[in-house]
């Protein structure tokens, strides 16, 4: 569960390796000002959960970086283990993992956790497809192209 730590510095060039697909010094400097925590005061809980750990564990360093408590587990069966302790106030998913995919672990953080945000994230075209199948069913799940920028969820993430 979660990551080990790491500085800031030394990842901005795989974040948007990784991410992005490209790399921008003054981007990835200014990437830490955009989304602000809580106004009490308090941290706002992430939830990252990615089969792809150098993905999910630089999103976690970005996010703890800028304010946020987010933590990272790479497949849904372990995130759930753990989402009664957790109750995140955002989940940020991959759609396509092994095992549980992301719209299961997403319908599964809303029966215990209802007020959570989400945030289902794919590379893959055939995602959109069960996301609207997901949307019928009644869960309203906000999907993020990848590559994701880190500056662009930062952006999502103030509009809470």
């Known amino acids: 569960m979660g990551t080990t730590a790491t500085n800031w510095s030394s990842i901005k060039a795989e974040a948007y390796f990784f991410i992005d697909g490209s790399f921008d010094s003054k981007a990835a400097d200014n990437v830490i000002n955009i989304a602000t925590p809580a106004s009490d005061g308090k941290k706002r809980k992430i939830l990252i959960v990615d089969d792809e750990q150098v993905i999910a564990d630089t999103l976690v360093e970005i996010l703890n970086d800028s304010g946020f408590q987010a933590t990272a587990f790479y497949d849904g069966a372990t995130a759930l283990e753990h989402i009664r302790e957790l109750c995140p106030d955002t989940l940020i998913s991959d759609v396509v993992m092994p095992g549980m995919n992301g719209i299961e672990v ?35 799940f906000e999907l993020l192209a990848k590559p994701l920028h880190p500056e662009d969820l930062l952006k999502k993430l103030g509009q809470e």
């Open 106 to 140: 997403a319908k599964a953080v809303k029966k215990f956790c209802p007020a959570t945000r989400i945030f289902l994230f794919s590379g893959q075209a055939t995602t959109v497809d069960l996301v609207e199948r997901a949307k019928k069913e009644g869960h309203p």
